[in-house]
Every structure is written in structure tokens, then in C-alpha cells.
């Protein structure tokens, strides 16, 4: 932790709604964890549609000022955002543009920009993160002083991922010596694997995870456990499903990291919860169900990281039970990916990241 903390009050605009989904909020919240345990002030300015994440927010004991789909008037905005007197906004959002960004800028403070795609053509921050594979591919158009904060390196975790495999003071895996061991943090990959889990975010529009059940339910001898959102309209459907194997239909889930903790192997889409699972070295299957994660499938597959199901829209049923099967069955292949997953995400990211906006 840093000696003296520059900044009092953070602002975090970011939403959560059907048509973005909740990662962009909740890699925020992770944020926001790592600033108020070091004293900061931690508001979010959100319109977020989830009831159960609203909560989680207010929980952290962050204030919560809402939105909602009218709130589009920037007067108002800006009255609500300049109240809370803060040195830094921190913008997560496909649907902040340029324009958008000046006006944030307009509003006295320092501006940090998380971003996934570098779409615009120009982004006016101090600071633009982005934490995927391929960021050092893009090309960001800023003002020269911009700090780019690019790769893996400043995954945002949230604190209860990093509690439940934490790293010894000052390590990571990329300095973990060969044949080393840190007790509680390596993942235990058995020789077959039957512990199968199955989390499309927190929204899931398409309603992939009935497809994937579809797509296995006739193959014996695993443990399924499929998390949906809290506001999923599907649930009954999924738990109806008939299945050559056991399944648990978990709406809402708490406890994330012990989930992980279980699983051999996972089915997830290309959103927040990969770097999630990487860390706690979780072999997964990693499809698309939107076109900013075709950027991060491509990181995973240029690095190797994870198993690629090309699009769930599109992907046959028949294809995912044979990648999951071949997987489920090859141990070596399960470990090599858990350990290069785990030296790939250190947990090191919102300490790195808030140390980058303390020194501006």
C-alpha cells in the first residue's frame, strides 16, 4: 500500500443493463475494493438494472447515485458527478464515445478509461487501461501524457477471488521459481475430469447455457453446476432440462471463487469472468456471444490460453461436446493450462492500476 494517498474521492461511471451486461460494472467494483481499503472514497454514478448488483455496491459501503435509460441529459449528469468533488472518474462503457469523454473531462477531474477494443478515434484521459491479451496490438490515439496501462499485467480482480488464492507478499506466478510450491495455490487437476461449470455472465440474452446443457446432456459420468444472473428469465427452463448427469441450477451465485475452486474445467463466454477463471486456474472453453469478445478470444488463442468454441450462436452442439470431452480427458493438457493460466493473471492488477493514478 501507498505511504500518502493523493486522491480523496473516486467516481466510477459504468452501467449494468441487458444490452451491455455486468462486467463492465463489476470489474469497476473491483476497482473501487482495492481504493477504499486504501481510504478512498469510492461513488458509483450507474445506471444498473440488476437489483442484486446494486446491492453488492451499496454492501461495500461505495455510494450509489442511479440512473436509469432516461437519464441521458449531460446538465444532469454533470450536477450529479461535480456533487461528489472527485479527482478521478473512471469510465467503463462501450457506449462512452468521444463526445462522452469530454464531457467527463468537463467535469474538473481526472479521467481514467477502461476500454477493450481502442474503437475511438481518439481517447482524451490520463489514463486508458486495457487488461486483455491483445491490447498491445491496438493502436490508442491519446494526448502524448496519457498513461497506457496495456495487457494482463492489470487484470482487475475483485477481493473475493484474491483472498481465496492469495499470493505471498510481493510474488507472482511469472516469478514463481520451476518446482516451487505455494501451499493452497496450484489448481488440483485429477486424471479425468467430471466437475463441469457453466457460467455465461451475469445476463446470458441468448440463452447460451440451455444450449451447452443441450449440447451434453447426454454424457454420463459428470457434475454440472450452471450459474445464471439474478434476473435471468430462464431458470426453470434450465433446471427442466433432462441430463445423462447431475445438474445444479445455481441463480445468483455468492460465492464464486469456491465454485471455481471445484470445477475441473469450465464453459464461460468472453467477458470478465475469464480472467477470473485463469486466475484461479481453471481450464476453460471460451466462446463468443458478442463482438467486443471476439478481441479477447483472439488474445487467449494467440497466447494459447484457453480452449476457443468460436461463436455460441453458431457453434454446433455436437462440436462442444467433443471439445469438452477431449479436454475432460487429457490431464496434461488441463494442468498446462491451468499453470500457464495462473502465471498469466498474478492478481496484482487494481493495486498496479491504483498506484498509476496515485502518481498523477
Known amino acids: 500500500m501507498l505511504n500518502t494517498i493523493l486522491m480523496k474521492t473516486v467516481v466510477m ?3 449494468a443493463f441487458e444490452g451491455i451486461g455486468t462486467g463492465h460494472l463489476m470489474r469497476c467494483m473491483a476497482l473501487g475494493q482495492t481504493l477504499s481499503e486504501a481510504g478512498v472514497r469510492v461513488v458509483f454514478v450507474s445506471r444498473c438494472d440488476p437489483r442484486g448488483i446494486v446491492e453488492r455496491i451499496e454492501g461495500e459501503g461505495f455510494g450509489f447515485v442511479p440512473l436509469d435509460a432516461g437519464s441521458q441529459d449531460v446538465g444532469l449528469q454533470r450536477r450529479l458527478i461535480t456533487s461528489q468533488w472527485a479527482d478521478w472518474i473512471v469510465a467503463d462503457g462501450v457506449h462512452f464515445d468521444e463526445a462522452y469523454h ?8 481526472r479521467l481514467a478509461v477502461i476500454d477493450d477494443m481502442a474503437r475511438l478515434s481518439r481517447y ?5 487501461l486495457n487488461q486483455n491479451l491483445h491490447a498491445h496490438d491496438l493502436h490508442y490515439k491519446c494526448p502524448r501524457q496519457t498513461r497506457l496501462l496495456l495487457g494482463a499485467k492489470y487484470v482487475l480482480l475483485r477481493r473475493e477471488f484474491l483472498r481465496s488464492c492469495p499470493r505471498p507478499p510481493g510474488a507472482s506466478w511469472s516469478e514463481k521459481e520451476p518446482g516451487a510450491t505455494w501451499s493452497g495455490k496450484e489448481k488440483v487437476v485429477p486424471d479425468v475430469g467430471k466437475n463441469l461449470l457453466i457460467t455465461l455472465g451475469g445476463i446470458d440474452k441468448g440463452n447460451f447455457t440451455q444450449k ?4 451434453v446432456k447426454d454424457t454420463p459420468g459428470l457434475d454440472i453446476i450452471a450459474i445464471v444472473g439474478a434476473g435471468n428469465p430462464h431458470v426453470e427452463r434450465l433446471r427442466s432440462v433432462k441430463m445423462a448427469s447431475r445438474l445444479t ?4 451465485a455468492t460465492d464464486m471463487p469456491s465454485l471455481m475452486s471445484w470445477a475441473d474445467a469450465a464453459i464461460t463466454s468472453g467477458g470478465t469472468t475469464v480472467w ?13 456471444v458478442a463482438t467486443i469478445e471476439d478481441y479477447l478470444v483472439g488474445g487467449l488463442n494467440k497466447h494459447g490460453l484457453f480452449v476457443d468454441a468460436g461463436w455460441f450462436d453458431s457453434v454446433e452442439q455436437g462440436a462442444i ?9 487429457d490431464a496434461n493438457r488441463r494442468q498446462e493450462m491451468s499453470i ?12 498496479e492500476v491504483f498506484r498509476e493514478m496515485n502518481r498523477i
Open 124 to 128: 482524451d484521459a490520463d489514463i486508458v
Open 13 to 15: 461511471r459504468a452501467d
Open 276 to 288: 477470473e477463471l485463469a486466475f484461479m486456474g481453471v481450464p476453460s472453453i471460451v466462446g463468443r
Open 212 to 215: 451447452i446443457l443441450l449440447a
Open 249 to 252: 441450477v445455481i441463480q445468483n
Open 321 to 329: 461436446c467433443t471439445i469438452l470431452t477431449g479436454l475432460m480427458s
Open 340 to 351: 500457464k493460466a495462473q502465471r498469466t493473471v498474478t492478481g496484482e492488477g487494481c493495486m
Open 102 to 109: 469530454e464531457f467527463l473531462r468537463s467535469c474538473g477531474c
